[in-house]
């Protein structure tokens, strides 16, 4: 039973759509991120929201918009995809935002945008 | 500005023998670090953590060891298996809401 799960796994699409993927956690956990891994391998974090409420922005363009509906899922939707989003896209959770709480990562979203 | 450095992108090692992975970082705000493993096609997965009190930490096969002076900390497996094989990302974050920071990862091969 996976703890956190996101779908799709790849996806190719073209620029200037819209794509969104999904990330649920059945942890229990209060906490969860959105991680971005680009082509030289760099991962960098991107948002997180601890019980629904975004607390962590990273400077992402505004066509980023993550969405949590509730404290298991945090939902990631991008606007007007350009090449430059093709990475792969992590969501973690974490027992709570501080220091020392193990964070737990999906197997990640591959999106390849041509 | 890359705040973690891990500077080694690859690494060998024969089973049996001391695997030695090195991470440097320039941020002193950071005061907890963290190891992760990923292996292809898999998300990063927790091996091992140590907080800047401490100078060292053990957990079975794997130690991390903390120079805060030199604002560097390693890695140690022992004895390496084949089965450690994976990319291997250093980790760091500040007090306050946890926003890890990682380095490029070192790629150790274990060879039987």
């Known amino acids: 039973d996976t703890a956190v799960s996101q779908t799709p796994k790849y996806l190719v699409t073209q620029m200037g759509n819209d794509k969104s993927i999904k990330c649920e956690q059945n942890?229990?956990?209060?906490?969860m991120y959105w991680y971005k891994q680009d082509s030289k391998k760099f991962l960098k974090i991107m948002f997180s929201?601890?019980?629904?409420?975004?607390?962590i922005n990273e400077t992402v363009p505004n066509r980023f918009s993550p969405k949590s509906p509730d404290k298991a899922h945090l939902n990631l939707h991008i606007n007007s995809l350009e090449l430059g989003d093709s990475a792969v896209y992590f969501c973690?959770?974490?027992?709570?935002?501080?220091?020392?709480?193990?964070?737990?990562f999906g197997e990640g979203s591959w999106l390849t945008v041509v | 500005d890359q705040q973690v450095k891990q500077n080694s992108p690859s690494l060998s090692v024969q089973e049996g023998r001391i695997s030695i992975l090195n991470c440097d970082y320039t941020?002193?705000?950071?005061?907890?670090f963290l190891w992760y493993k990923k292996y292809p096609a898999e998300g990063p997965t927790f091996l091992i953590s140590?907080?800047?009190?401490?100078d060292k930490n053990e957990d079975g096969r794997f130690t991390v060891f903390l120079n805060k002076s030199a604002k560097h900390l390693s890695l140690h497996i022992v004895p390496s298996q084949p089965g450690d094989s994976a990319v291997y990302f250093c980790?760091?974050?500040?007090?306050?809401?946890?926003?890890?920071?990682f380095g490029t990862g070192t790629r150790l091969l274990v060879s039987p």
């Open positions: 973690a959770s974490s027992q709570n935002a501080g220091a020392g709480n193990t964070i737990y």
């Open positions: 942890l229990g956990h209060d906490t």
């Open positions: 929201y601890n019980n629904k409420e975004l607390i």
């Open positions: 941020n002193s705000m950071f005061d907890y």
């Open positions: 140590i907080s800047s009190i401490k």
């Open positions: 980790a760091a974050t500040d007090t306050g809401f946890q926003k890890l920071v």
